[in-house]
């Protein structure tokens, strides 16, 4: 009875609202819908357009479709219901309505095209639109062939190089795609301004036979760099960590593979952007120059064992660690390791060096596994970050660790006493020159990932010459002379002030 009674007094107030006789201009919270930049093939996220009816009337919405029809490549969902086109459909007085948009763009022929439509509404004789707009890019695809079994896990993988293809140069007149791993095997040659995108749990796996020379003799600071990233777009996307990268990490650089060279590269958003596994004690296994590391949920670079140099290169913002190195050989200068994580809470050092881990057995034993780190070189760097303590030295008394820091700008946390550091940063057997304690760098913008120096920064000068002339062409990370500014103490850190 109260249900029936319910009906009535519903349907009654549903007759005392007018229904608009005549044309009625609706309001849109926006006139052009952005949906950003997508891959052909690849299907956008869901951008929405709020449909506003401004009057005290009930409209009736003859019609609303896309301009192209049935040929557009959008997709609309109009008021809970999925098509291109909806006849007869009311909206509330003072009320609004959703229509939800995606798109998976074909080929369209051209490179970076805009594709464009629009929502057409019609009422009592008013028509109105709003425009639709995306970049739809036409890319190189890299989708898996093969499997490849790794530490029991299956991994699905497309051959990029080797000795079938042998040396390949990826062509960079439009981007590439991989879904899995790609396999180099052989040489493989980035130029500048090539552009790799992947897929989740996707990356590059460089074996013994293979070599990756990425914009080896890129001019740095000129514009032209090689971009590793997700395979996502959209501006929410663009410094998202954790988006490729699977059980190998991101890029794994194995044993017996040497001599590759990342110059000019921003390689972001994965879980662990680069790998390296199990150098011999000679190998040139990895060089980076000119370059970002960034933006990663697990770790920036991670040495197992690796052979590793880098000069006037940024490591940023990891959720573990921008640097982890478990034994090998390492040798950074004048680069900037900032860890201003703020995804979730980190109670690890943002660079750590260590010759020994730790695991559980099949028996749920803790055993201990240890090789020497023989060697840590860091000159002219910047160590920092938002944790109390951005360093740590876990030394297994089995093994070798050593390392040696010349001129450095580091986050200590000097209430833990000396002994129970790990380090003594007042020893100089391991620290010499200038060693700046829980200085200012004073970054442009740490946030924006803008680790340029301010005007205040106390990394301004501290240097020494030697490491500063060791850098390509004695300049930073950016193309600028070390010398412009004073070349017998240039600043610390991948930028050099001017």
Known sequence: MLFGIALIALYSCRKDIPIAGSGVQLRFSTDTVFLDTVFTQVGSSTYNLKVYNPTDEIVNVDNIRLGRNQSSQYRLNIDGQAGNTQNNLEIPPNDSIYIFIEITPSKIGTKDPLYTDSIIFSNKGTEQNVKLVTLARDVYFHFPTNFIVVSGIPLP???????????????????????????????????????????????????????????????????????????????????????????????????????????????????????????????????????????????????????????????????????????????????????????STRSTAGVTLTNFIEYVDKNGQTQTLIRDLDSAYFGNCIIMGSARQELSVLDNIGGNLNYEFHSLMLKLDESIPTADQGFDVNDPTYFMGNILINKDPDFMDYERNDYRLDSLSQAVNQGNSFDGSQTPNASDIVGKLRSAGNPSFPDLGAFERQ
């Not at 996307?237 to 650089?253: C, K, R, T």
């Not at 790998?275 to 011999?280: E, I, L, Y």
């Not at 990663?296 to 670079?301: A, F, I, P, Q, V």
Request: glycine content about 14%.
């Open 157 to 343: 993988y497309s051959v990029v190089a080797d000795n079938q293809t042998g040396p390949v140069t990826l062509p960079n007149d439009k981007p590439h795609v991989f879904y899995g791993y790609g396999l180099v095997n052989d040489a493989l040659i980035i130029n500048p301004g090539t552009e790799l995108y992947f897929h989740q749990n996707s990356g590059l796996m460089v074996l013994s036979g293979g070599t990756m020379k990425v914009a080896e003799n890129a001019i740095p600071g000129i514009g032209d760099s090689v971009i590793f990233a997700g395979d996502r777009l959209e501006p929410f996307y663009e410094n998202a960590p954790g988006q490729w990268g699977g059980p190998l990490g991101g890029i794994y650089i194995g044993q017996g593979s040497n001599g590759n060279i990342f110059n000019n590269s921003v390689i972001k958003n994965a879980t662990t952007a680069i790998r390296v596994d199990s150098a011999g004690p000679f190998d040139n296994q990895l060089t980076i120059a000119n370059s970002y590391v960034m933006n990663n949920s697990r770790t920036g670079l991670y040495g197992g064992h690796g052979n590793v140099k880098a000069v006037n290169t940024v490591f940023s913002n990891a959720g573990l660690y921008v640097f982890y190195a478990y034994a090998g050989n390492y040798k950074f200068i004048h680069c900037t390791f900032a860890n201003y994580w703020n995804q």
